[in-house]
């Protein structure tokens, strides 16, 4: 099955951006759905975003919705969160995540992770 390493988390201050890369190997990437989520200190891992298999398809977190937008490129088997206006309560771990399902915004339906990649938004 694919791994997935994710990157591009650091420091950034309030209204900032980011883009967050998921690199995928060893298995075959546009075979899967692909998510990103992410966990405070203190709290669940929640739902980010998800896009289906062939892009056509996503699917955000209320939270996010209008400021985060997210890719992938099957060709490359990369994945991307571009992130926007980014906000304090936007700090969290990011973890990058594939699944087998059309669609799925549940953290169990996901059975690939990524390690993780730190993302903190100054005030």
């Known amino acids: 099955q694919v791994q997935l390493v994710d990157s591009g988390g650091g420091l950034v201050q309030t209204g900032g951006s980011l883009r967050l890369s998921c690199a995928a190997s060893?298995?075959?990437?546009?075979?899967?759905?692909l998510a990103w989520f992410r966990q405070a200190p203190g709290k669940e891992r929640e739902f980010v975003a998800a896009?289906?298999?062939?892009?056509?398809?996503?699917n955000y977190a209320d939270s996010v919705q209008g400021r985060f937008a997210i890719s992938r490129d099957n060709a490359k088997s990369t994945g991307l969160l571009q992130m926007t206006s980014l906000k304090p309560e936007d700090t969290a771990i990011y973890y990058c995540?594939?699944?087998?399902?059309?669609?799925?915004?549940?953290?169990?339906?996901?059975?690939?992770w990524g390690q993780g990649t730190q993302v903190t938004v100054s005030s």
């Open positions: 995540a594939a699944s087998i399902r059309p669609m799925a915004w549940v953290r169990q339906d996901y059975g690939i």
């Open positions: 060893g298995g075959t990437f546009s075979r899967y759905l």
């Open positions: 896009i289906n298999w062939s892009g056509t398809n996503t």
